[in-house]
């Protein structure tokens, strides 16, 4: 199936400077492209650009098969709706109101809006779960009601395409997850062409059929999100120097504390990942172990510990890694044991567990984890 | 919630009509000369009476002309606050008017010192041309200065040096221009011919139709510009559109009642909380009216209070006018925290 919306050979920038050059992307009906990669990438650019509020230096985009540039402005209104990051004043508006433009391209000289007209309004406003505040004036509601109060406007312009920039920044994680529901339904039931920005890595992943990661002034790479989102390349991607990012989870994690480990902890199945954190969030260096590289406490402890001692996945310790984990042990000179349950496969550190406390190493977490109010104090 | 907004509109245009009517039925019979209910209609309908000369050459002509310029001035004003969406943008405050009143003494010295009487339409294509050109600088800040607070305040210089140019001129004209052009540069109802009348009608009201029929991009154009290019509006004509009619409207006004302060700023506000809403559908009638009423009203009070003299309509429209707009400023202020 063709593009229903897509770009060729675009330029894209400010006052007839070139930002972007040469950007080839597109994006079927019923799929989302997303738009990933660092502040000041010229995501906006382009989306702006696509929307025709940017003049256009090169190139051109194309929605069902004809160039923007020779579309009549009310022609482009009923196939492309849009949602920005600009604040809207909406004096003396109620929602509803609000709501009710995405019909002004429907409605006759002067904007008077029919009873089917308010139909569309009543049902857009249903789709987004809005229907207890549509009467409120806009300007009083939160930022999250009004991101999806924006996407009804929307809907009921009934379009083709709609370009979203970054419409999940400033929300919190509830109303994140909402407005992607939302949209992602709309798409579906609508067979919709979405093309947005989003600064939520993680999100992203999980709800876009196609990403273009824009970096450095280029289209640095286009894909699917299994293909996109590796570990490595996202940390090309945003320069991250500090710190990992787990493409897997879509998680970060800050930078490992330097310096010889001071403490030595036997994780295993996430009962290690909240000792990690907390131990890196003191400053203070630690060793873990011994881990699957299946395990769950892996990917964490692989960011945040100085030293890690792991076996392959599946695969069961031999004698030589159990030693060079009590060698470790004796360095750091103290043991945390986060794992309460032991069976056939973490037998390896039942045994460290035993060679810590004959050795009265252990310790509890508490004693290196600074507590709030001693904080304080 | 339909209903009671229904309710309140039909509420705001009747108080509104009302008043109109009772402030035309009192500004006839206010004057030197007083004249009862009975009197007035007789006037009104058969022409006859003792003092049927007075209303009909001096009142009626004089109230028309407060009832248009009024609204008109009313009408430029929210176009203004709609184009900057300034809610204290007007044609005095952004030194549209002033412009206007430069041009306008330039061009009836430069006339009447060579014994060429001025035309109606002469006089508002002068007025027109000096909007234009104060209209011009103040377009030119916004595009450097996104603060609401710097357009007005530059608004404010614009007025100022227009004033100065124009008490510069004065000072050097003929002393029988003199008289004529102070009085008129202080802004009066006074004076106006049925003549007079006839050329602000046709300019007002095609005007009043067109910012009627604007009423859907201005709606738009609300929500600000980038959805409103999304919606269709053609934002370029749009935007030049706005400009022309409201220094159309303010040039009128000021080439037949001098500039008069604070109505244009004013009024769309006092309407706004009136009908609670900023629909321009509403906005653009309700406003007309407000301004008609509004100057009727200062006129009023201008040509009574102190009589026989008249007080300038300037200082009676800045009495009530400019309160109005501390206000604005003060409830924003708390919305903003």
Known sequence: MAYYISTEHLTVGYDGVPLIENIEIGVRRGEILTLIGPNGSGKSTILKSMIRQLRLLAGTVVIDGRSIAQMTERELSRKLAIVMTERIRAELMSCRDVVATG??????????????????????????????????????????????????????????????????????????????????????SRHMAVVMSLHELDLAQKVSDQVVCVADHRVDRCGTPEEIFQDDYIRTLYGIEQGSYNALFGSLEMRAVPGTPKVFVIGGGGSGIPVYRALQRNGISFAAGILQENDLDWPVAKALASELVTVPAYQLPEGSVIEKAKALIRECGSVIVCTRSFGAVNEANLKLRDYAEAGGLIREADVYIRKEKGADA | MERHTHIRLWAGFISLAAALIILILWNINAGSVHLSVKEIIGILFSRTGENAAIVWNIRLPRIISALLLGGALALSGFLLQTFFSNPIAGPFILGISSGAKLVLSLTLIGFLSRGIAVGSFTLILAAFLGASMSMGFVLAISLKAKQMSLLIIGGVMIGYICSAITDFVVTFADDANIVNLHHWSLGSFSGMSWENVGVMTAVVIPALICTFLLSKPISAYQLGEVYARNMGVNIRVFRILLILLSSVLSACVTAFAGPISFVGVAVPHLIRSIFKTAKPLIMVPACFLGGAVFCLFCDLLARTVVSPAELSISSVTAVFGAPVVILVMLRRQKEHV
């Open chain 1, 103 to 188: 019909r002004y391209p429907y409605t006759g000289r002067l904007g008077i809006l029919s009873q089917a007209d308010w139909q569309k309004v009543d049902e857009a406003i249903r789709m987004v779960h809005a229907e207890d505040y549509a009467e409120s004036p806009f300007q009083r509601i939160s930022d999250g009601q009004r991101q999806r109060l924006l996407l009804a406007r929307a809907i009921c312009q009934e379009p083709e395409v709609v370009v979203l920039d970054e419409p999940t920044s400033f929300l919190d994680i509830r109303h994140k997850l909402e407005l992607l529901e939302v949209l992602k339904t709309m798409v579906r």
